[in-house]
């Protein structure tokens, strides 16, 4: 039998293993590429775009910045079941991306063109904004991807644990250079144009080659005055185009068909009444709880964390996006190191170290706010630099453990419970306990940020311990040996 990483017939946490054909982990590295370059090329640098358009102005009903951040729970909620279920029942898993991503790429380049600034009188008004309706029916294209390339990853790596961290970091890589694109995306705003404005006239003032004092003033004056937030409606444009070619190319990837493909379809199992089922297994439902909990205090980081970044004054480069980035550059490192961290701590230890990692990034925000100097950019940045054992530990590891508890025909539907339990649920309520924690948090129009974030990381600390008192798990504790195909 030729070398092959298929795993159909496998049993619940278990695989059939066999070599990886040649050229797969390549192949799959470059669509964690795109995938993630796609995301992160607008996802963070959104707010200023909205700020820039008048659109983060709070109102009665919140603000639109605020639902801009929520659409992406929103959609994780309603359509990976019924997505996954395509692709582990009607239709090939990369035909089911490419689609999805020509369509979200359509989305994307229109969105920006919607911007309208005001503030919503309702609650109900956040989500009626031409441009929040418009990022709504992406993200609902862009979320399901998540599973939908990890099970297609997994469906085609002999060994998940070992092989899939180093497909995996290449998103990671991909997000990095996504956000310092963009953040180079101020070269296409007026920012450069008033730049050459300013360094033209300071060299017109030149005396006998000489720059009067006054002249260097005004010149400094004009720069310091420089907008460097990714402010561009081109982060969008871009990242519209890369979703194009991610669609593009995920018709090449390996063929991946409907492991289920021919059974009747039911009411059932298009709720997704299987993977929900996996909820059965007591050291699954624990996992899945403490995802899913340990995510609200995680949404303060994805509505918040930049704003802090900014507000702080922390930057790289004279970009808090380049600051914020760091922390994906931890991650790589992180991601490199997971087969050997599997091997040394198992899936109890990674998950709970990942959990605890939460608690100290926040715990450092809280404490630096009121500080100077390097004690307040130190523990900022020592925080942004958590993020691989943040992400890595907790959710890649998560991605892996689904993988083995789900049977292969469930596979995609399990991976879409997850996200659906974690983007979606545990995002969504975290951004909007965020919105309500922020008011409360608010004395006299000025937030205080100690208060802000010692609250998430007490919460943090609290799924952590009970995960650690009730998640027991012995089979996927066991290192599996991979053994070549016959």
């Excluded at 946490?13 to 796609?38: C, D, E, N």
């Excluded at 669609?247 to 709720?271: H, Q, W």
Aim: proline letters at 5%.
């Amino acid at each position: 039998m030729a070398a092959a990483s298929s795993s159909d017939g496998a049993t619940s946490g278990q695989k059939s293993l066999a070599v990886t054909r040649p050229g797969v982990v390549p192949r799959l590295s470059i669509m964690m590429f795109l995938q993630f370059f796609v995301w992160g090329a607008w996802y963070v640098a959104m707010w200023g775009f909205l700020d820039e358009n008048g659109m983060t102005a709070a109102g009665e009903g919140g603000s639109f910045d605020a639902a801009a951040y929520t659409v992406a729970p929103i959609a994780a909620i309603l359509a990976p079941l019924t997505l996954g279920l395509i692709a582990d029942r009607l239709m090939n898993t990369e035909k089911v991306l490419a689609i999805l991503n020509l369509v979200g790429a359509v989305l994307l380049w229109i969105a920006p063109s919607l911007a309208k600034a005001g503030a919503p009188e309702t609650l109900g008004q956040q989500f009626t904004h031409p441009m929040i309706l418009c990022l709504l029916c992406y993200m609902i294209c862009y979320m399901p991807t998540l599973g939908l390339t990890a099970s297609l990853s997994f469906k085609h790596l002999a060994n998940g644990e070992k092989e899939f961290p180093v497909v995996r970091v290449l998103g990671t890589i991909g997000w990095i250079v996504g956000n310092w694109a963009m953040w180079g995306c101020r070269l296409f705003t007026g920012e450069s144009g008033k730049l050459s404005e300013a360094t033209a006239a300071l060299q017109a003032s030149a005396v006998n080659g000489e720059i009067p004092v006054a002249a260097q003033t005004t010149f400094d004056q004009a720069v310091a005055a420089l907008s460097f937030m990714d402010n561009s409606p081109h982060i969008f444009h871009a990242a519209a185009i890369a979703s194009a070619i991610l669609g593009v190319y995920c018709f090449t990837l390996p063929k991946t068909a409907p492991p289920a493909k021919g059974e009747p379809i039911s009411v059932g199992k298009i709720l997704g009444v299987d993977a929900w089922s996996l909820l059965k297994n007591p050291a699954f439902f624990v996992f899945a709880m403490a995802s899913f909990l340990v995510c609200i205090p995680l949404a303060g980081y994805y509505a918040k964390g930049y704003g802090y970044v900014s507000g702080m004054n922390i930057t790289l480069f004279g970009s808090s996006t380049g600051a914020m980035s760091t922390g994906q550059m931890s991650e790589i490192f992180f991601m490199l190191v997971m087969p050997l961290c599997f091997a040394r701590l198992g899936v109890k230890k990674m998950l709970a170290i990942g959990m605890l990692a939460w608690v100290v990034r926040y715990g450092l925000w809280g404490w630096a706010f009121g500080q100077t100097g390097v004690m307040l950019s130190a523990p900022i940045f020592a925080g942004i630099l958590l993020h691989g054992i943040c992400y890595d530990f907790f959710f890649v590891t998560g991605m892996i453990y689904t993988d083995k508890k789900a049977k292969p025909e469930v596979r995609s539907q399990a991976q879409s419970l997850i996200v659906m339990l974690t983007q979606g649920l545990g995002l969504g309520l975290g951004a909007q306990a965020f919105g309500y924690w922020t008011t409360k948090c608010t004395v006299d129009g000025a937030l205080d940020w100690s208060k802000f974030w010692y609250a998430p990381a007490a919460f943090a600390g609290v799924v952590m311990v009970a995960f650690l008192a009730l998640f027991w798990d012995k089979k996927v504790e066991e290192p599996e040996t991979p053994v070549a195909a016959s």
